[in-house]
Nanobody, 126 residues
Framework: DVQLVESGGEAVQAGGSLRLSCAASRSIRSSYCMGWFRQAPGKEREGVAAIGSDGGTRYADSVKGRFSISVDNAKNTLYLQMNSLKPEDTAMYYC?????????????????????WGQGTQVTVS
């Protein structure tokens, strides 16, 4: 059981950068796979980036080369560094966690696989 709280979302101009944070209530790296997801108005929730407890990462094609997911184990915090932001990146961003044994496989960007969710943080790019 883990609680997640996102922060860092705000309005930014196209081409700019943001770093989102997700604070976990307990140590997560050794026992959980983590992911960032987003949902824009009128669209389904989609996977953006994920990281396994083994450190392996996966990204949606739309953000490869622009976004980077990482974990600070000492702070129990997940991050999403977002660069070269586009208006199409505008969405509510959520972090999520699921118990896993290390590898996150092909399912890592499927929101239906995650059982623990934060409240979301809004990112608006104009």
């Amino acid at each position: 059981d883990v609680q997640l709280v996102e922060s860092g979302g705000e309005a930014v101009q196209a081409g700019g950068s943001l770093r989102l944070s997700c604070a976990a209530s307990r140590s997560i790296r050794s026992s959980y796979c983590m992911g960032w997801f987003r949902q824009a108005p009128g669209k389904e929730r989609e996977g953006v980036a994920a990281i396994g407890s083994d450190g392996g990462t996966r990204y949606a094609d739309s953000v490869k080369g622009r976004f980077s997911i990482s974990v600070d184990n000492a702070k129990n915090t997940l991050y999403l560094q977002m660069n070269s932001l586009k208006p199409e990146d505008t969405a509510m961003y959520y972090c999520a966690a699921v118990a896993c044994g290390g590898g996150n496989g092909y399912w890592a960007l499927n929101p239906r696989m995650y059982g623990y969710w934060g409240q979301g943080t809004q990112v608006t790019v104009s």
